[in-house]
């Protein structure tokens, strides 16, 4: 008996049924990617399966847009697998638990995976129906968009025709995606330098605590503090006051999380363990004040450390530390001329550890002009090399560029005015999508994002509108009937 029954918008629910039924997390697509090649073998369409398990489908114009330039599909099969304490699953086996409620689909208990399941069904549904109106379709099946990209990174274009370029892994009905940001991770290695801690010093933990996070991407225009930088601050602050050594600083767990807490351990002579107190809360004061409503609950605290510390940094890896931790570019760096609001370049201070060897420092480095994300790069070169510390890039995948000029953006917002009767917001985020990847390696191309409504993506709570998939169902079939034949 099938769950999804009934729905309308023609057989996108089936296909997307038939997805939530093959375990496709990230990583384990192959079943999946599988299906998605049986079935294009049964209509007899051109199918490449790539090593990675990636899929290129070609369907024929419909007729009358034979000669029509080809239009390339594109969402990711992968999916995040998030569970609720309590709720028995194995992602690498079980179907996806679905039910509808309220007019949503959900799944018990566990993400969904609409994020970007209904991508995927959609394509399936296009390609399996004879009776549409549409130029030359090429649908990209893309895996492992969830942890990093990997496929679309790996994707080899050489067989791919088209110009134009749609994405459907966007959460918003109404909003045309037209721009996102390229990153990357930039990491020093700053050498701690060590030496015997003077005896007559007793070790403190100095925490930052109460800030509120948030993704380094998605919410950076939020100004919020970074813990990092703020025990940075903190340490300088009290270096003027107090003669303290370090021996360790600590912060964030991800590159891409806005850090929420951190802590270092310092010596102090007991005797100066009031004047540092009184530093800390003049600091919190401050700190308070300056972040006002975007962080009212910013708590320093100083509490006496119950093991023993033997080891600190040198006078110059702490004061090295100290400096880095006050210089690395964090929070918003400019802004698009193009788009009123949207954060063009920003850099996050993501972790900070200290282990035998060194202090690491993480950096995760956005933007949607490769040359403003290589001037951020540079910074943290510059400052790593000030300081003595190694600097490594990785992950680096490129932005997606706002073009006011864009021609599918335009047919876009023309179709959507016809069908919606009001204009549709033209948008851009400042995080990353595979259309940045896939930008790069077909020069020229013109692209557009859509999706429909979802919300909690990436959480149990995870949940698709089904008026909305269907809504954007048919905006979708429209769009291509549209185009130029
Ligand atoms: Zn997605």
Redesign the pocket.
């Known amino acids: 008996m099938r769950k999804l029954e009934g729905l309308g918008g023609d057989k996108i629910f089936y296909y997307f049924e038939e997805i939530c039924n093959i375990p496709h997390g990230s990583g384990n697509e192959m079943a999946l990617s599988n299906y998605i090649a049986a079935f294009a073998k049964e209509r007899g369409l051109y199918c490449r399966q790539d090593d990675h398990y990636n899929i290129l489908i070609k369907k024929a114009g419909s007729k009358g847009y034979e000669e029509a330039p080809p239009v390339i599909l594109q969402g990711?099969i992968d999916m995040v697998c998030e569970k609720n304490a309590g709720t028995e699953i194995d992602f690498l086996t079980d179907a996806i638990d679905i039910y509808t409620e309220d007019g949503f689909i959900h799944a018990r208990g566990t993400t969904l995976g609409a994020?970007?399941g209904i991508a995927v069904a959609y394509m399936l549904a296009l390609l399996d129906d004879t009776t549409l109106e549409h130029p030359p379709i090429e649908a990209i099946f893309t895996v492992d968009?969830?942890m990093g990209m990997g496929g679309a990174r790996a994707f080899d274009v050489f067989d791919v025709e088209g110009k134009r370029f749609l994405n459907m892994?966007t959460e918003e009905e109404g909003v045309l995606l037209s721009g996102c940001a390229g990153g990357r991770r930039v990491r020093l290695y700053l050498p701690a330098e060590r030496e015997k801690s003077a005896p007559d010093r007793e070790a403190y933990l100095i925490s930052v605590r109460g800030l509120k996070g948030g993704h380094s991407g998605a919410d950076i225009h939020l100004q919020r503090a970074n813990a990092n930088r703020l025990l940075g601050r903190i340490l300088y602050m009290l270096r003027e006051k107090a003669d303290f050594a370090l021996a360790g600083i600590d912060g964030g767990n991800m590159d891409n999380a806005i850090c929420r807490e951190a802590e270092a351990i310092v010596l102090l002579e007991k005797s100066g363990a009031d004047a540092a107190r009184e530093v800390l809360a003049k600091a919190e004061d401050v700190l308070r004040e300056e972040y006002n409503s975007a962080e009212a609950s910013i708590t320093i605290t100083m509490e006496v450390l119950q093991e023993k510390v033997f080891q600190v940094f040198t006078e110059e890896t702490k004061n090295k530390a100290i400096s880095t931790l006050l210089l690395l570019p964090y929070g918003v760096q400019t802004m698009s001329m193009e788009m009123e609001g949207l954060v063009e370049s920003s850099s996050n201070i993501g972790i900070v550890k200290t282990t035998d060897e060194y202090i690491y420092f993480d950096n995760a480095v956005r933007s949607s002009v490769e040359s403003r994300k290589e001037l951020i790069s540079q910074k943290i070169h510059a400052i790593g090399s000030l300081a003595g510390a190694r600097c490594e890039e990785v992950n680096d995948y490129p932005g997606w560029r706002f073009n006011p000029e864009s021609s599918m953006l335009k047919l876009f917002a023309e179709v959507y005015l016809e069908r919606y009767g009001k204009e549709a917001e033209i948008s851009a985020i400042h995080a990353g999508l595979e259309c940045g990847l896939f930008s790069e390696k077909i020069p020229g191309l013109d692209m557009v994002s859509i999706g429909p409504e979802m919300y909690d993506?990436h959480t149990p709570d995870e949940r698709l509108s089904i008026s909305s998939a269907i809504r954007v169902w048919g905006f979708l079939k429209a769009v291509l009937k549209k185009m130029d034949h």
């Open positions: 990711h994020d970007d968009e969830e892994d993506v």
